[in-house]
Nanobody, 117 residues
Framework: QVQLVESGGGLVQAGGSLRLSCAAS????????MGWYRQAPGKKRELVAI???????GYEDSVKGRFTISRDNAKNTVYLQMNSLKPEDTAVYYC???????????WGQGTQVTVSS
């Protein structure tokens, strides 16, 4: 069974940068989208950034211009470069992959990002 393994989270001061990585343990076929979500304490999980069909990208308004999502097909990995981090970016970040084949969706285990003021 394919698993998504995230890395790169941690503690950083406001204004700093982090790069999250999400690697699939095996080949995932028929990918429709790859994305990053986050969930802060007491809040709903929200979409942060997404690559659709390997080309189009989308970002949550508060991260536009600061975060960049990218994908390395050869490594079966998706990245989230986060710059100019703010305390409100503090959350657990989850990797998500949606496909056209069962099980249709994969989630990573989450990685904690904490931004201190």
């Amino acid at each position: 069974q394919v698993q998504l393994v995230e890395s790169g989270g941690g503690l950083v001061q406001a204004g700093g940068s982090l790069r999250l990585s999400c690697a699939a343990s095996g080949r995932i076929f028929n990918i429709n989208s790859m994305g990053w979500y986050r969930q802060a304490p007491g809040k709903k999980r929200e979409l942060v950034a997404i690559i659709i069909n390997g080309n189009g990208t989308g970002y949550e308004d508060s991260v536009k211009g600061r975060f960049t999502i990218s994908r390395d097909n050869a490594k079966n990995t998706v990245y989230l470069q986060m710059n100019s981090l703010k305390p409100e970016d503090t959350a657990v970040y989850y990797c998500n992959v949606r496909t056209g084949l069962s099980p249709f969706e994969y989630w990573g285990q989450g990685t904690q990002v904490t931004v201190s003021s």
